[in-house]
T-cell receptor
Framework: GESVGLHLPTLSVQEGDNSIINCAYS??????FIWYKQESGKGPQFIID?????DKRQGQRVTVLLNKTVKHLSLQIAATQPGDSAVYFC??????????FGKGTHLIIQP | GAVVSQHPSWVICKSGTSVKIECRSL??????MFWYRQFPKQSLMLMAT?????????EQGVEKDKFLINHASLTLSTLTVTSAHPEDSSFYIC????????????FGPGTRLTVL
């Protein structure tokens, strides 16, 4: 298992640039995927979701891409802002089961 | 819509005592609620699935007698950490499933438990 104090992968981008956060999932039976944003000391906040019958979905400033062949999910954030600084988790879901979360990526927006 | 609250937001207790955490869906009914725990700088780990009116389903490795879950109504689930020990100190987060229009899970703000 993971040790306490494990550092999350970090992605540092300049304010205004686009950022891409990647996630690999393991369960080929997963049919629903979600990206969450978590700020320090708070619960996860829903950003965008996608079902397995789609390969792309767009929201406001965010796009999620799903590649089922290689079991890969990505979150693109356009024109990043200081408020985008947070830890981002992908999560996968099978049916009505609870979510399985990825390890998370710490996004840092440089001024 | 789709607001989930938790109470308390933080709690400090002595080793050996029990602590109850409440999770409420404020503007929708949730037949299913989930409990997660999160250690510092780690991902959320599912502990159990709480179904209204029935026994909770626990993930492998989670002691059901230590983490008591009650889901008495469609808007309330409680997690009681019994005989808490320092290793139980963690961030506990609940989520509620809203099946219409999607089955997205909405998360509460979390409860920080510190056991001395």
């Amino acid at each position: 298992g993971e040790s306490v104090g494990l550092h999350l992968p970090t992605l540092s981008v300049q304010e205004g640039d686009n950022s891409i956060i990647n996630c690999a999932y393991s369960n080929s039976a997963s049919d629903y995927f979600i990206w969450y944003k978590q700020e320090s000391g708070k619960g996860p906040q829903f950003i965008i979701d996608i079902r397995s019958n789609m390969d792309k979905r767009q929201g406001q400033r965010v796009t999620v891409l799903l590649n089922k062949t290689v079991k890969h999910l990505s979150l693109q954030i356009a024109a990043t802002q200081p408020g985008d600084s947070a830890v981002y988790f992908c999560a996968e879901n099978v049916g009505a089961d609870g979510l399985t979360f990825g390890k998370g990526t710490h996004l840092i927006i440089q001024p | 819509g789709a607001v989930v609250s938790q109470h308390p937001s933080w709690v400090i207790c002595k080793s050996g005592t029990s602590v109850k955490i409440e999770c409420r869906s404020l503007d929708f009914q949730a037949t299913t609620m989930f409990w997660y725990r999160q250690f510092p700088k780690q991902s959320l780990m599912l502990m159990a699935t709480s179904n209204e009116g029935s026994k909770a389903t626990y993930e492998q490795g989670v002691e059901k007698d230590k983490f008591l879950i009650n889901h008495a109504s469609l808007t309330l689930s409680t997690l009681t950490v019994t005989s808490a020990h320092p290793e139980d100190s963690s961030f506990y987060i609940c989520s509620a499933g809203r099946q219409a229009p999607t089955d997205t899970q909405y998360f509460g703000p979390g409860t920080r438990l510190t056991v001395l």
